[in-house]
């Protein structure tokens, strides 16, 4: 059975924190791994890694992909209050064209 | 105006009762989707479709029907609603043979008393 396993649940950090969140899967026919931000209702989508080891950037946060340990990370450093949101992985199978989630990690930014 | 609509935004209703949701769409996208949402358990796959005349269930399917009315349109109906059925109900779409990347829809939130 596919699997996407998000950690932690739950993180509670002050602003400028820099926080990393963690997403491991077990899926047969792996194409790609997306990283999507929940803050009142629809996700918004951050990154898509196809690749392992290569960065992807956007502004504070980044997201790496490792394909061998089948995992990835997304941080986020010099955290702001507006950051706080569920944070979503999901990982996309080959030919299936649809996206296995895992949890959400619920990311609260202190003031 | 959003490019992926569902109606009603909150419905609450009694056991037993036949539910729909509704999606539309103005991304021109083929592929739409329904997913669940419950805390701690992320978005689970309920339906999803292709094109018109494709629908494939996905994980949580039982309990639940869809309708693919147009190709800016997908429905979701709950036949005989139950209390276990109260989560947030998103719609999603995607391009052809894209990214995979979805695009959401602002959720319905369903309580089934």
């Known amino acids: 059975e596919d699997k996407v396993v998000q950690s932690p649940l739950s993180l509670v950090v002050h602003e400028g924190d820099t926080v990393t969140l963690n997403c491991s899967y077990e899926?047969?026919?792996?194409?790609?791994l997306l990283w999507y931000k929940q803050e009142k209702k629809a996700p918004t989508f951050l990154f898509m890694l196809?690749?392992?080891?290569i960065e992807k950037k956007s502004g504070r946060l980044s997201s790496i992909l490792d394909k061998k340990e089948l995992f990835s990370i997304l941080n986020i450093t010099a955290t702001q209050t507006g950051d706080s949101a569920v944070y979503l992985c999901a990982v996309e199978k080959q030919g299936a064209q649809k996206l296995v989630f895992g949890q959400g990690t619920r990311l609260t930014i202190n003031p | 105006d959003a490019d992926v609509t569902q109606t009603p935004r909150n419905r609450i209703t009694k056991t037993g009762k036949r539910i729909m949701l509704e999606c539309s769409q103005t991304k021109g996208h083929d592929r739409m989707y329904w997913y669940r949402q419950d805390p701690g358990l992320g978005l689970r796959l309920i339906y999803y479709?292709?094109?018109?005349?494709?629908?494939n269930k996905g994980e949580i399917s039982d309990g639940y029907s869809v309708s693919r009315q147009a190709q800016a349109k997908f429905s979701l109906s709950l036949e005989s609603a139950i209390p276990n059925q109260t989560a947030l109900y998103f719609c999603?779409?995607?391009?052809?043979?894209?990214?995979?990347?979805?695009?959401f829809g602002e959720g319905s939130r369903l309580t089934v008393l």
């Open positions: 899926v047969t026919n792996f194409r790609s």
């Open positions: 999603a779409t995607s391009v052809l043979a894209g990214t995979g990347e979805l695009f």
């Open positions: 196809t690749s392992s080891g």
């Open positions: 479709s292709f094109d018109v005349k494709d629908i």
